[in-house]
């Protein structure tokens, strides 16, 4: 089981459906409404810089695996 639907279980026990259907009602008119805030194409560059950040990592990652490769070697 992932984590998200671990975290979902947790909640079942907790919140009725029907108030668990106003929070995700809410979230998402809440992201729709800061969505309107800001400028046109502003989602767009911040996607495109969090794959940038994640693609250094990436890097970063593969960087350190292939050193630790050569020095086992």
Do not use: N
């Not at 800061?34 to 495109?48: A, C, D, I, N």
């Amino acid at each position: 089981m992932d984590e998200k639907t671990a975290r979902q279980k947790k909640y079942e026990d907790r919140f009725p459906e029907e108030a668990r259907q106003h929070f995700r009602a809410a979230r998402e008119e809440m992201r729709k409404g800061l969505e309107t805030l800001l400028p046109v194409g502003f989602l767009e560059h911040r996607r495109s810089a969090r794959r940038e950040m994640l693609l250094a990592w990436r890097s970063m990652l593969d960087a350190a695996i292939q050193r630790t490769d050569e020095k086992s070697a």
